[in-house]
């Protein structure tokens, strides 16, 4: 008996022939007799298909005949063997195949020439080639279900009434996506497609990914007000870090559709929300079209958003040559260091190649730095120290092969879609085994073997344990490390501090469970830690890498494929952005500026003398800003505004510049205190290349013209480099990367012509070197790996008694970084348009909060109003909220205490309060209300009450409490009155 | 334990429960007996005991299969048999209790049989039952016998044997063993099982799966659940043997959540199993471990399908996947698994402990061992039973199942649940095994047996079962999903009378691309039922289409009241009657005018076919319709009931030849609503035809015909007596323009025996038409009346009141085919006629101045295609008997002219299109006995009303005959019907003294009076008035 064999192993294991309708044709052993015959192009018409698909078998279309066996079977579920006869012909199939279309005809209702799907609809080209009688069709019943259509998603709609039960949809939510928000529900003619209870879509676990619409066969999955493309451009998604493929539809100079490329090793084909459906920002009429200059004597600290109220539209010769004249001021005041340059990982390699050679060859200074220094700072710095290379140390596709994976401190799933599909397919389909580390609950927690919710900043002390329990249980990989690796002895000695009830008492995590954690992770070949933001945004950033590049060692899960060492970069191009040296402190290709031969390279090929002191960060420049060193600051599509920790701070440092030039696509919350701003372009306007997460450069391709007057962001520096002296007189894009190659080492095979086919992996040493998808494979690029003795360490803020709750911020699966993106998305800001605060019940009955609540939440440097979104997700005393709103910043409260050694500031703990709004209001200016607010039961004592007073706190009689403190609000009356209820005061 | 000693401790505690002291009392408690009140049984039992100060012990036991019995008690004293009471109630068992423990009375008139030693006086053993005696009890082999909670009674009868034996063989001996016995699949398809066996064992895996499929979901199969309820070491037992063979460590047992008392014994049988080390690691010391778990399922029927199952089982919706893979080779969770059905398991052990070649001398050729079946629906002794294969259908619902019951006819068995087809009588006598159930369109199934009779439309039943699996397919593929959604949709229609003649081969083509095209076995079996139908019932699917008529009045679409529905003539009868109920006959002789118009000559004749729907039946007893119509024919005003208004002229004429119902009917429509000049032509001196000739005076008087003919008359009909007809061509001569052939059927048939034209043999057609002529008819003092129907009813009541001595009727077949009417033949045996059945005449002669009748004992053999069981002679039985008189009741045909020029068919009756009446010949109709044979009043009026109606249009009127005769009915005025009909007989209709019945041609049935009338009109239940 042959079994189906993989569509990957299957070259392996050779050809077989078969007889098809008389015809002998060959086919790989362990296809399917379907796929036998569409290889040998000959059609069997089928609607429940999908090579990308488990075979299913439900449409009973791709029947045939084979000799031997019993009745027609179907051809997809059935394997192809050696010498079979079969036939796709015989009077049989034509009757059941017939009986089938003809019944889905008669079951399918709605009009063609009205279906978004028409002229692609699968069901037609089968009908066409069944043929249909009308007459034959006449003779069967009507069906006579009517469904209505669940419009209830903003990007799509589904109408049941068209729907085959083809099971295509059912499939790739649980096969592709890996989410199983729907199946097929209730029995016989009332089967349909089903999410749980029946619910609309929208109120549904469905994650919007569109795996499902891009699947269905007929019109029953269709995107709303869909528009056919009339040309398709392969590009990079803008989004994350992965750096999916995607093909733009587009009609006129709009994208129409979005589509993942099947063809990438990426993303094969799949896209999350964003990618799909969060494109359309590009077309948004909010975009910049023409420079803008700030009106003579508007305050930088203006509330009005009205753009013309601010600016005045200027030409661009205007603007470049006021930028030059004032940027050359400021150099010639004070000299070159008082300004500062942020480029973008949102922006190409070109792009920031050029940006850092501007900071550099044209203005002398090394103060550059881009976001990276407020995500993966402290991985590049860790992994520098201990691997010699600060990127993923291995490929995307590596968690495939992994018997163990261990996600800390990131929602991969939310952050990551397309790889925290990966990690649940994984899982499911290869048995591998998960551990999350993670104070919150995430959704992956749900497929967990373990998960270790310890104590937000407490990182070090958890992997410092589990390394213990590897040590003790002898599972380290002794060859490896002595072979490999250096510094092993202190660092082993260190763990000693780390028992299980020390670390039990830190991170508050039973030790059984770390222990298990350590076994689980220390017995498996092969293993891998993914981790994000939660390791890295924190005071103790650099060593909580530091502790994971430790632990990889110890267990030897380097260097092969299937394990490895995988921070999850956030933006887009935020790792090519780091390769290309917008960084303070090194040239493209992590070449430092303060060594010399390096230096003297780069002087040579841009013939101007480089400064050899490394330039400050951006949280310095912050600072310098705020104390009046930093005097102008030019800012490539970036939005420190909200980006930024403390934002009233960063806020009142911006407004202290003497120039801002603010460079990006739409007023963002910075270019609001612009002095200068200049229309650039998205990454759907121009051409370049991207590098992802797993060191993938990857090409960008220009799909619709800019809007307006908008330029390309290479274009407008070569602009105004050539006002300050400096010409620039590059052609392309193209052009750049060949300068950047000739530079840059780890690029030296880059070329955009190369990189048509999946891209390259750097390092990519030349012409003909093809990629590098495992590092530090024989030998670390180092040389050793080091190993580095890291000791826990508090976080910069703990809860007080004022600030009792912890937030740690974050991100949405729906949105993307400060919003200035998604929120122009139509589909991302319906599905996520406010701002949620994450609390656990414990905390909201304790505070007197219910879902949906506006809430003031207050740090020591700010507040901000929120609603409310009850969860056990996160652990009673902590709260959750992701930093996309500027109507509720969150980065107004979160801390810029910054890790010494990468100066990544502890976005992931700060203290702070939370109060009912109304409350809030209420108690402004009542001292009474407050303490009642803060402690009920204290102000029984406290207070000198009167008996009546007494009685009607004691009864929550809120009409005399009113005659005492004026009218309260009714959200406030229940608010008070649930909470004297729970505080039980009459007995106290 | 050591098995040995669990074995004899077993035995030994069994036998002291046989030898018990006190009384022993067993009180089935399986769903069936609890459905039924066993419980209220058990306490009763309890109870008594209690109150006598008896020590006793009762003991809860499974079902033993005779269902129709429950509650089921059985009550041993110490040393005497079981005796076994059923259909108890609470009250009867303490009776029975009080009087046998106490009083030594066995109550024999309350038991149904005995079990074990001793005897009672008038008990049957139970092995003697009609419906044990059949059986073997292999799978149900200690169903009610033990209790099954106690696994100690099951290892004392052998349990648990089987598998310590195949725990000594090899794997391989094991299958092999099973291989040897033959044993297939119990769930429905048959497979061999040690070949399914083996190709497990033979996968390659370190980890093996042993499922147990007792996801029993058929509608009217429960022989899974009363197995597991009864006997769940059996099934235990099976699963354990299956797994070692396999070399499985982990099995399930998939039930459905609805057998909730299968589940718990089972989870009972498991504990057990377990604590005698029968279960779990290293079985009885042996290296072989095995676990069982119970999977409750949600009573998905798609789940029977393995795969679905195991879909199931691994917590995903239970969905069926195409195979290969099969799940031998990846089955549960990818691992190679075997599933086998309870019954399959239940046998195995015994297969074991008795050897293959035992279980193979079970059965038939290719079918071994013994099946399990439910038997239900129309029968009498609904229950399990368990017979060998081969065992012919009859012997299990005549025999086994004891028939139909309330006298209904046999119509069509239902094999196989909603997976399998109907066989029609003519099946009978087939064996039943895999191979000849699947040759006829039926499969074995896993043992749904539903018997149906005459009141079932099998329309209807395969709307029914098709329902069923339409909605119980798990909507995965398209063929299943919506091809049964399509062909429900057809029958749907059909039965509203919306269908097409196409849509029967629309019907046959989509099930058969559903067959072949589904996923799994429901999809592929599902049209099974509706192809089997078509294949045996066709005729019933087009009398739905081609004349919206159910025969069986089920079909609620077309039926508003069975009665009226069944009526030939169509006659609203819930109308007239409840007329009756208001005392208004005249309206009530109106509503019957409007559709007939002999309404008196049908209330003293008519062979009522309302009456035997009439749902009334289901309650008591049918409403008395016949006996009303006659009342309010008896006491309207006549005249008051007649629409005087007569059509105008069209200035057709019409010849009608025959003056009997269908003549005169036919005649009178097309005078009076069509306006045609009708002349009615009749060769005898009389009109009225076989109501003048062939009924008897005592049941039909000559005044009530000769006023219902003068009204016809008034309608300005021409009668034409004394008036032979001998071609159609004289009438065209004479300016005809249509003619209707109502000839009747006249000439009695020949028995093709010698000696029957000698002196002394009457034909009693020609005896009755002589008498009711008033010809004197002379009779011998000994008479035999050869035939069975109610002409030989008639021609033996008439003999008796000429003055017969001695009438004897000689009858073929026996009382059950007999078709003459009931009533008919209780008066005849009242008046003192004889009847003899199962016997023919072979020869007739002259011996010795004595009239000698040869006769041949026959007995029932083969069913022939009427479904009619073949009277066959009894070789060397003949004998002889003497009479005065023969007169021969076998038959009549009509008498057509050679020169008339229609065809004539098969039987020599005129040829006529069935649904119009036309002949071939343009212009020229027939109906009524000349075209049917002989049949009855009311199908005669019936075929002068389609004649009539196709005659009018034939002459270009619109063939409206529908008359408007009574007032409107306000029925929401009607007094409201009590909710909860209690149960009320239908009064004896009043008869003469049978003294005075003999005396001569007297009517014999008096008729209600007015106030019995009004009663019993107020029995009906108003089927038309149902809401939708």
Known sequence: MSTMIPATDRKKAGTMSLMINGKKIKALKGMTVLEAALGASVYIPTLCYDPDLKPYGACRLCLVEIEGMRGIVSSCTTPAVDGMVIRTDTPMVNLARRAALELILVNHHGDCLTCTKNQRCELQKVAQYLGIEQENLDKLRKGTQILPVDKSHPAFDRDHNKCLLCGRCVQACEEIAAVGAIDLAFRGYATKVSTFGDKPIHDSICVSCGECISRCPTGALVPKHYIQPTDHVKTICPYCGVGCSIYLGIRGNEIVDVQGA????????????????????????????????????????????????????????????????????????????????????????????????????????????????????????????????????????????????????????ECHPIIGRRIKRAIKNNGAKLIVADPRRIELCDMAEIHLDHFPGTDVALLNGMMRQIVEENLHDQTFIAKRCEEFEPFLESLNGYDLKTVDAITGVAGEKIRQSGLLFGKAKKAIVLYGMGITQHTTGTDNVKAIANLLMLTGNLGRKGTGFSPL?????????????????????????????????????????????????????????????????????????????????????????????????????????????????????????????????????????????????????????????????????????????????IYGGINHDRLGRGGLQWPCWDKKHTGTPILHKGQFTRGRGKFHVVLDRPPAELPTFAYPILLTTGRILEHWHTGSMSHRSHVLETLAPESRVEINPVDASRLGIVEGDVISLSSCRGAIQTKVKKTHRVRPGQAFMAFHWKEAPANRLTNPAFDLQAKIPEFKVSSVKAILTVLERAVEDNKFLTALAENPAGVLASYDLTPEHRKALVDGDIASLEKWVGPLEERLQMWLKVRLKQENISEK | MDFTLIKERAEKNWKALENLRQPLIQI???????????????????????????????????????????????????????????????????????????????????????????????????????????????????????????????????????????????????????????????????????????????????????????????????????????????????????????????????????????????????????????????????????????????????????????????????????????????????????????????????????????????????????????????????????????????????EIGGGIPRGKRFKAVQTGGPSGGCLPASFLDSPVDYETLAEAGSIMGSGGMVVLDEDTCMVDMAKYFLSFTQLESCGKCIPCRWGTKQMLDILEDITCGRGKMEDIYLLIELGEAVKAGSLCGLGQTAPNPVLSTIRYFRDEYESHIKRSHCAAAICKGLVKAPCSHTCPAG?????????????????????????????????????????????????????????????????????????????????????????????????????????????????????????????????????????????????????????????????????????????GAHVGTKMRVAGEDSQGVVDCVSLLRDVSLGKEVKLGEKVAVIGGGNAAIDASRTALRLGAKEVTIIYRRSREEMPASKEEVEEALEEGVKIKYLIAPVNIYRQNGHFKMECIQMKLGKTDASGRRQPEPVSGSKFEEEFDTIVTAIGQIPQIPEKMGVKVDRGGVLHADPDTSATERVGVFAGGDAVSGPASVIEAIAAGRQAAISIDKYLGGKGLIEEKIASPEDVTALPEMSEEESEKHRPPMPVLSLDRRLEGFEVVEIGYPEAIAIEEAQRCLRCDLEPE
């Open chain 1, 262 to 413: 099947k063809e990438s090793p990426v993303n094969k084909g799949g896209l999350c929300v964003k990618g799909r459906y969060g494109l359309d920002f590009v077309n948004h009429q909010d975009r910049l079209t023409r420079p803008l200059i700030r009106k003579e004597g508007v305050p930088k600290n203006v509330s009005t958003t009205d753009i013309h109220q601010i600016f005045r539209e200027a030409d661009w010769n205007e603007v470049l040559d006021r930028m030059a004249q004032d940027i050359g001021l400021t150099i010639d005041r004070h000299g070159p260091d008082a300004i500062g340059l942020l480029s973008s990982a949102k922006c190409t390699n070109e792009d920031n190649y050029l940006f850092q050679k501007f900071a550099r060859a044209v203005l002398h200074t090394n103060n550059v730095d881009h976001c990276a220094r407020l995500c993966h700072a402290s991985t590049v710095a860790a992994a520098l120290a201990a691997f010699g290379d600060g990127a993923m140390s291995n490929s995307i596709s590596d968690i495939d092969q992994a018997e163990v994976l261990f996600v800390i401190g990131s929602n991969t799933t």
């Open chain 1, 569 to 745: 970069r956030g933006q887009n191009n935020v790792q090519g952005a780091c390769d290309m040296g917008a960084l303070p402190v090194v040239y493209p290709g992590y070449q430092r500026v303060d060594h010399p031969g390096v230096r003297e390279k780069f002087e040579k090929a841009w013939g101007k003398n480089l400064n050899e002191k490394p330039g400050i960060t951006i949280t310095e420049m912050v600072q310098a800003a705020y104390e009046g060193q930093l005097k102008a600051l030019y800012v490539m599509g970036e939005n420190p505004m909200l980006s930024e920790p403390d934002l009233n701070h960063v806020r009142e440092a911006l407004a202290r510049l003497e120039l801002l030039i603010v460079q990006d696509i739409f007023l963002t919350e910075t270019a609001q205190m612009a002095d200068v701003i200049l229309p650039a372009t998205s990454f759907a306007e121009k051409d370049g290349t991207f590098t992802n997460t797993e060191r993938r450069v990857q090409r960008v391709r220009k799909a619709i013209d800019p809007p307006g007057e908008a330029r390309p962001d290479w274009e407008i520096i070569a602009e105004i480099s050539k006002r300050l002296g400096y010409p620039m007189d590059y052609q392309s894009s193209a052009e750049i990367m060949d300068e950047i190659a000739r530079l840059t080492p």
């Open chain 2, 571 to 743: 006659v609203d009868v819930p109308r007239y009657i409840r007329r009756i109920t208001e005392g208004n006959y005249d309206e009530a002789l109106s509503v019957i005018r409007e559709r007939i118009p002999f309404p008196s000559v049908c209330g003293y004749v008519c062979f009522h076919p309302c009456e035997d729907k009439c749902r009334r039946s289901q309650l008591d007893e049918p409403v008395a319709i016949r006996a009303l119509k006659r009342f309010a024919a008896d006491h309207a005003k006549k005249a008051a009931s007649i629409n005087q208004k007569v059509a105008l002229p069209s200035g057709k004429r019409v010849a009608v030849v025959g003056s009997g119902p269908a003549g005169l009917t036919a005649a009178y429509y097309l005078a009076k609503t069509g306006g045609h000049a009708v002349t009615v032509f009749e060769t005898l001196p009389e009109a009225g035809g076989m109501m003048r000739v062939g009924i008897p005076r005592y049941r039909l008087p000559k005044e009530v015909l000769d006023a219902e003919i003068e009204m016809i008359k008034q309608v300005r009909v021409e009668i034409k007596t004394n008036c032979r007809i001998d071609s159609v061509n004289s009438l065209r001569e004479q300016g005809f323009d249509a003619i209707f052939l109502a000839l």
């Open chain 2, 28 to 398: 089935g408690m399986g769903t069936c007996g609890k459905a039924a009140g066993a419980d209220e049984v058990y306490v009763a039992a309890k109870q008594t005991l209690k109150q006598m100060n008896l020590l006793g012990r009762i003991l809860q036991v499974g079902c033993i299969g005779t269902c129709y019995l429950e509650p089921i008690m059985a009550v041993r004293k110490p040393g005497g048999p079981f005796i076994y009471y059923g259909n108890l109630t609470a009250k009867r068992t303490e009776e029975i209790l009080l009087a046998f423990l106490r009083d030594d009375d066995p109550k024999p008139e309350w038991a149904v049989c005995m079990m074990g030693e001793g005897s009672v006086d008038g008990i049957p053993r139970f092995e003697e039952l009609p419906m044990i005696k059949p059986q073997v009890r292999i799978a149900l082999r200690n169903c009610g016998l033990i209790d099954p909670e106690n696994i100690e009674h099951y290892i004392a009868r052998g349990g648990y044997s089987g598998l310590v034996k195949a725990l000594q063989m090899k794997r391989e001996e094991v299958v092999q063993e099973i291989k040897d016995s033959g044993l297939r699949g119990r769930g429905g398809a048959g497979f061999p099982t040690g070949q399914k066996w083996e190709f497990c064992r033979k996968a390659p895996s370190h980890q093996k799966y042993m499922i147990c499929n007792a996801d029993e979901g058929d509608p009217g199969a429960f022989m899974d659940r009363s197995t597991m309820e009864g006997d769940p070491h059996a099934v235990i037992e099976g699963m354990i043997i299956a797994a070692y063979a396999i070399g499985a460590n982990e099995g399930y047992i998939y039930c459905r959540a609805e057998y909730p008392l299968a589940i718990k014994r089972l989870y009972i049988a498991i504990k057990q199993a377990e604590d005698y080390g029968i279960m779990g690691k290293r079985i009885q010391g042996s290296d072989f471990s095995f676990n069982v778990h119970v999977k409750e399922g949600a009573g998905a029927f798609v789940c029977g399908e393995e795969t679905a199952l195991m879909a199931s089982i691994e917590g995903n919706r239970g969905m069926p996947r195409p195979r290969p893979p099969f799940p031998a080779q990846s089955g549960l969770w990818g691992k190679p698994t075997n599933i086998n059905n309870v019954k399959t398991l239940a046998s195995i052990p015994v297969i074991i402990e008795k050897g293959a070649e035992w279980y193979a001398s079970i059965g038939t050729e290719k079918s071994k061992g013994s099946a399990v079946f439910a038997l239900t629906g129309k029968i009498t002794n609904s229950g399990l039973v368990e017979v060998p294969m081969g065992t012919t259908l009859r012997e299990i619902i005549f």
